[in-house]
Nanobody, 137 residues
């Protein structure tokens, strides 16, 4: 059974940084687009960042970001560890949410299609349980 798990959340002050990790047991993350979503209280899931599937060698995938996090968040892979990271810098109180990683329901989806689907929760069929990120002002 494929399971995802997030780690790295916590409480930071405004302007601080955190690095979230997404690990998978039972699947190779490099085969799938992986998105980070977040959900604040009373709100729906919001797509934050995505990395498309890699080529199994040196190319890790195309990256996509929500406008609200561009220039502050960076998504990346470490295929040797089967991990996907979300590096978050210059955090703001409005970044407070539970952060989830999720894998695409389609293996090796083309980057052109991922560009259209990466922020749609219904396109992702495996989710972690989430990690809380809280940013104080």
């Amino acid at each position: 059974q494929v399971q995802l798990a997030e780690s790295g959340g916590g409480l930071v002050q405004s302007g601080g940084s955190l690095r979230l990790s997404c690990s998978s047991s039972g699947s190779t993350l490099d085969y799938y687009a992986v998105s980070w979503f977040r959900q604040a209280p009373g709100k729906e899931h919001e797509g934050v960042a995505c990395i498309s599937s890699g080529d199994g060698e040196s190319f890790d995938g195309h990256t996509f970001y929500a406008d609200s996090v561009k220039g502050r968040f960076t998504i990346s892979r470490d295929n040797s560890k089967n991990l996907v990271y979300l590096e978050m810098e210059n955090l703001k109180p409005e970044d407070t949410a539970v952060y989830y990683c999720a894998t695409d329901r389609v293996m090796f989806r083309s980057p052109g299609t991922v560009a259209k689907t990466w922020a749609k929760p219904e396109e992702f069929d495996r989710w972690g349980q989430g990690t809380q990120v809280s940013v104080s002002s």
